[in-house]
T-cell receptor
C-alpha cells in the first residue's frame, strides 16, 4: 500500500477519442510523474510535474498533457487516441525531485479499440 | 537517449536456487534503482545505488552498481515463491529528473 491511488482501474476507448486519467498522490508529495507501460515492457517516462509546473518530459507527443493540482491530485490527458496508446498508465509521487523515492499507484489499464 | 537493457528477459527456477539478473547500459547514470512489480500493481522500489562499485544487501537480495556506473546486478540467494515478479532497473539521468526503465526480467520461482 503506497498511498497513491489511480482512477479508473480499467478504461476502454475508441481511436480518436480523448481520455483523462487521475492520480491522487501521497499528502505532502510535491512531485508526480506519469509513465506508460506497454504489455511486456518497462515503464516509459511521459512527464513529471513539480508544484504544478511541468518539470521534465519524455519522448511523447504534445497530445499527451497533464495537470497537477494543489491538493496533490493530478491528471493525464491524452487526445486523439491511437491503438498504440493501449497500455498501463502509472503515476508515481515523491517528496522531492530527482532520485527521491517514488511511490507508484496501481495503474490504469487503457484499451484503445 | 539513455537506454537500459536487462537480461535475461525470462527466468524460471526452482525454490531454493540462486539467481542473478543484469542491467546494462552504454551510458553513465548518476544512480540506479531496482523495482519489483507484481501483476495488477505498480512497481515497488527495492533499492537505490548511487556510488560506483557500491554493494547493498537486503536480506537475501544483493545489489551491485558497476564501477563505471553503467551497469548493475541483482543476486537472489535461496529464491522463494514470493520472489516471483517483474524485476525492473531504472536509471536517473545526469540531470536528476528523468527516470529510464529497462524492459525488466520476469522471474518465476516454482515450488
Amino acid at each position: 500500500e503506497t498511498g497513491v491511488t489511480q482512477s479508473p482501474t480499467h478504461l476502454i476507448k475508441t481511436r480518436g477519442q480523448q481520455v483523462t486519467l487521475r492520480c491522487s498522490s501521497q499528502s505532502g508529495h510535491n512531485t508526480v510523474s506519469w509513465y506508460q507501460q506497454a504489455l511486456g515492457q518497462g515503464p516509459q517516462f511521459i512527464f513529471q510535474y513539480y508544484r504544478e509546473e511541468e518539470n521534465g518530459r519524455g519522448n511523447f507527443p504534445p497530445r499527451f498533457s497533464g495537470l497537477q493540482f494543489p491538493n496533490y491530485s493530478s491528471e493525464l490527458n491524452v487526445n486523439a487516441l491511437e491503438l498504440d496508446d493501449s497500455a498501463l498508465y502509472l503515476c508515481a509521487s515523491s517528496l522531492g525531485q530527482g532520485i527521491d523515492t517514488q511511490y507508484f499507484g496501481p495503474g490504469t489499464r487503457l484499451t484503445v479499440l | 537517449t539513455q537506454l537500459l537493457e536487462q537480461s535475461p528477459q525470462f527466468l524460471s527456477i526452482q525454490e531454493g536456487e540462486n539467481l542473478t539478473v543484469y542491467c546494462n547500459s552504454s551510458s553513465v547514470f548518476s544512480s540506479l534503482q531496482w523495482y519489483r512489480q507484481e501483476p495488477g500493481e505498480g512497481p515497488v522500489l527495492l533499492v537505490t545505488v548511487v556510488t560506483g562499485g557500491e554493494v547493498k544487501k537486503l536480506k537475501r537480495l544483493t545489489f551491485q552498481f558497476g564501477d563505471a556506473r553503467k551497469d548493475s546486478s541483482l543476486h537472489i540467494t535461496a529464491a522463494q515463491t514470493g520472489d516471483t515478479g517483474l524485476y525492473l532497473c531504472a536509471g536517473v539521468d545526469n540531470y536528476g529528473q528523468n527516470f529510464v526503465f529497462g524492459p525488466g526480467t520476469r522471474l518465476s520461482v516454482l515450488p
